[in-house]
């Protein structure tokens, strides 16, 4: 099993920052890609930005220029730096991965628990 530990959301005001990290532990071989999903209130859960073993890079439209991922490979560990936050990204924000099992080798898609990230005045 592989889990995910979140951390780093919280209450800012619109324009702030915040910066979201998760960390992958268990059975891991590898991890393909990690990215940040986030779910509002009465919407689908939509993604934000994803990042694989290489680097590629993709952002939800609403998010580029402001938000930032990034991940350290040798912590299994990803990060979401999230600036000029407005009040429309308010959302619990999850934590995603995918790669492989190392006790079967077999593939894994894993989430996290959720943090809350809150943009008000």
């Known amino acids: 099993q592989v889990q995910l530990v979140e951390s780093g959301g919280g209450l800012v005001q619109p324009g702030g920052s915040l910066r979201l990290s998760c960390a992958a532990s268990?059975?891991?071989?590898?991890?393909?890609?990690m990215g940040w999903y986030r779910q509002a209130p009465g919407k689908q859960r939509e993604l934000v930005a994803t990042?694989?073993?290489?680097?590629?890079?993709n952002y939800a439209d609403s998010v580029k220029g402001r938000f930032t991922i990034s991940r350290d490979n040798a912590k299994n560990t990803v990060y979401l730096q999230m600036n000029s936050l407005k009040p429309d990204d308010t959302a619990v924000y999850y934590c995603?991965?995918?790669?492989?099992?190392?006790?079967?080798?077999?593939?894994?898609?894993?989430w996290g628990q959720g943090t809350q990230v809150s943009v008000s005045s």
């Open positions: 995603n991965a995918v790669g492989a099992s190392a006790n079967d080798y077999l593939p894994f898609r894993s």
């Open positions: 268990g059975s891991i071989f590898s991890i393909q890609a």
């Open positions: 990042i694989t073993s290489d680097g590629r890079i």
